[in-house]
């Protein structure tokens, strides 16, 4: 009986000490961080310098940003570069937002760094300035005036 106890005993310390040492299984899904969402003044103006797609929707550019305009994110990533240091993004609108009803207005835009075309640029020489630019997935806009300076 007491060897039997004993072996009970040794075979839980063991099974303690395995599972110990075995990492935990992650589930199939990735664990991505979603990138913050910023809030930018500027001027909607079409993108006059995008080369010709597949797809015929209008493409606009974010320029003449405001430095003090829009509230931002003060614990943005780094990979989120200083307003200061960016002269214009390059909009990709959500399904239900409409800017070609700002276009040549100056607005408050709030979305997200779209960081696939962000960090990871398609060519190592632009092909258009807006390709340079940071793009930013747009999913509000409201007007702040009719015209821009």
């Given at each position: 009986m007491k060897k039997l106890l004993a072996l009970y005993c040794g075979l839980v310390v063991f099974m303690a000490v395995v599972a110990a040492q075995t990492p935990p299984r992650t589930s199939g899904a990735s664990s991505t961080t979603t990138p913050p969402t910023i809030?930018?003044?500027?001027?909607?103006?079409?993108?006059?310098m995008a080369t010709p797609s597949t797809d015929s929707s209008p493409r606009f550019v974010l320029s003449s940003i405001d430095p003090q305009g829009g509230a931002g994110n003060p614990s943005a990533s780094p990979a989120a570069q200083p307003r200061s240091t960016v002269t214009g993004y390059a909009l990709k609108p959500a399904a239900d937002v409409n800017?070609?009803?700002?276009?040549?207005?100056?607005?408050?835009?709030?979305?997200?760094?779209?960081?696939?075309?962000?960090?990871?640029p398609t060519s190592a020489q632009p092909s258009s300035p807006s390709s340079a630019m940071p793009a930013l997935r747009v999913t509000a806009v409201k007007m702040v005036s009719s015209t821009c300076p």
């Open positions: 809030t930018v003044t500027g001027c909607v103006t079409p993108d006059t800017l070609g009803a700002h276009l040549n207005h100056k607005v408050q835009i709030t979305g997200t760094l779209d960081t696939a075309t962000t960090s990871n």
